[in-house]
């Protein structure tokens, strides 16, 4: 499977939604405590933040959000809900610069059983946790899979 392929799967598995009430980026960089020249540019893109539809998000924000600050940690469940197919997507075209978005994955559990248990039970609970159908699953699977290699 090609990245393209893997875009449409990521897409046509999570359907467009808004951010119903979440942490937005924009918040959890302010939460995040950045007082620089890059959180006053990006803050400013954001004025009109993208919270309707994830898929309008541009691939480039997202890169440049999640590259230099540590957005994931301030988001709620329905930040994550939101913004993980784009950070998906994003993925594909930045891999690099996306590994805090894959460290705050293995991290999720944070008590020592849980972490105890191992890798197939950390995924378990965000699937769980986000309440992530199989389709949206193995889209993810697939995504890690292709970055892998």
């Known amino acids: 499977m090609d990245v393209e392929q893997l875009i449409r799967e990521i897409e046509q ?6 951010l119903d009430g ?3 980026m924009t918040q959890a960089l302010l939460d995040d405590d ?26 480039e924000k997202i890169d440049q959000l999640f590259s230099g600050f540590s957005v ?17 997507r994003a993925s594909l075209r930045y891999s690099a610069s996306l590994c ?5 994955i293995s991290l999720l559990p944070n008590d ?3 972490r105890a248990m191992g890798a197939e039970h950390v995924v378990t609970r965000f699937v769980n946790w986000l309440a992530l159908t199989a389709e949206q699953t193995r889209a993810i699977a697939r995504t890690l899979h292709l970055l892998r290699e």
Do not use: C
């Not at 598995?13 to 808004?18: C, L, Q, V, Y």
């Not at 994931?72 to 197919?85: E, I, R």
């Not at 805090?100 to 705050?104: A, I, N, S």
């Open 100 to 104: 805090e978005f894959y460290t705050r």
């Open 72 to 88: 994931f940690v301030y988001l709620d469940q329905k930040g994550w809900a939101y913004y993980l197919p784009a950070a998906l």
């Open 13 to 18: 598995a999570f359907p467009s939604r808004d």
């Open 112 to 114: 020592k059983e849980d």
């Open 22 to 24: 979440g942490i937005s």
């Open 34 to 59: 950045y007082e620089s020249d890059d959180l006053a540019k990006i803050s400013a893109d954001y004025k009109a933040n993208v919270t309707h539809d994830w898929k309008q998000i541009p691939v």
